[in-house]
């Protein structure tokens, strides 16, 4: 597990080396977007690192709640996709464009396959053996680990929309998409006191399940607050803004 934690360390430094990196090119780059790209890379690599989210299941929520939705949100609010078109020169950054056009891009993020990738995923996790299975091998420990966090970040930067894309969805649509996603999240962490996950004491889903509600809403109603603060700017008379672009946040 040490040589584990070391990797994890070092996968954690290489990111916000580069980040950095990138700023450096960029001198108008807020100095806010940094701190968030490096408190996010922390907090889910913290997640992973430390034994105590692993072991009870009230923890294992309260790591679930940083790693799939508060770092998540921290990082999209970074914009690395922005500082890194801003930071290639034509050439590459013509390159990233045109993978940000691709098929694959644009169905991942659509706001329901990001729905499916990210709440469907907790649904799967916690209502079969994968739970289990989690424990038992240190290889789908790391692959639901990551899963948790790319699905939480991509569905957080899809209903934010606040970087560019080739595929925008109506500021409605996505807001649709964000409450089925709260509704199905609270479905879930109601369901563990009848239904307690695989191998989880019923006490201790209960705990989990308070975390995960009121923790879930505490979070869902930050990203809801900022969907409506980008929808109400650009949607000001005589002000013009780039729609996928928010420079506010």
């Not at 790209?37 to 034994?51: K, M, T």
């Not at 009870?56 to 949100?73: K, T």
């Not at 890194?84 to 098929?103: D, E, Q």
């Not at 807001?175 to 996950?197: E, T």
Request: charged share 10%.
């Amino acid at each position: 597990m040490h040589h584990n934690m070391n990797f994890m360390i070092i996968i954690a430094l290489t990111l916000i080396t580069i980040y950095i990196i990138f700023v450096f090119q960029n001198k108008q780059w807020p100095i806010y977007r940094t701190f968030f790209w490096c408190l996010g890379i922390i907090l889910a690599s913290s997640v992973i690192i430390f034994p105590i989210f692993h072991h009870q299941f009230d923890m294992h929520m309260y790591g679930h709640l940083i790693l799939g939705m508060a770092a998540p949100l921290l990082m999209a609010l970074s914009k690395p996709i922005t500082l890194l078109l801003n930071s290639l020169n034509v050439h590459h950054a013509r390159k990233v464009t045109k993978l940000l056009k691709s098929g694959y891009i644009k169905l991942i993020t659509h706001p329901l396959s990001a729905l499916i990738l990210n709440t469907g995923g907790l649904w799967l996790l916690y209502r079969s053996s994968l739970f289990m299975m989690m424990h038992e091998s240190l290889v789908v420990f790391y692959l639901v680990h990551f899963h948790v966090f790319a699905a939480g970040y991509l569905f957080t930067s899809v209903i934010l929309q606040n970087e560019p894309t080739a595929h925008p969805y109506t500021f409605k649509y996505r807001s649709i998409v964000m409450i089925i996603s709260v509704a199905l999240h609270q479905i879930l962490s109601k369901s563990f006191y009848p239904y307690p996950p695989a191998g989880v004491e019923k006490v201790e889903a209960e705990n989990g399940a308070i975390i995960m509600y009121y923790g879930g809403d505490v979070i869902e109603l930050i990203v809801i607050f900022l969907m409506c603060y980008q929808w109400y700017y650009s949607t000001r008379p005589n002000k013009k803004i780039d729609m996928n672009v928010n420079q506010n946040y």
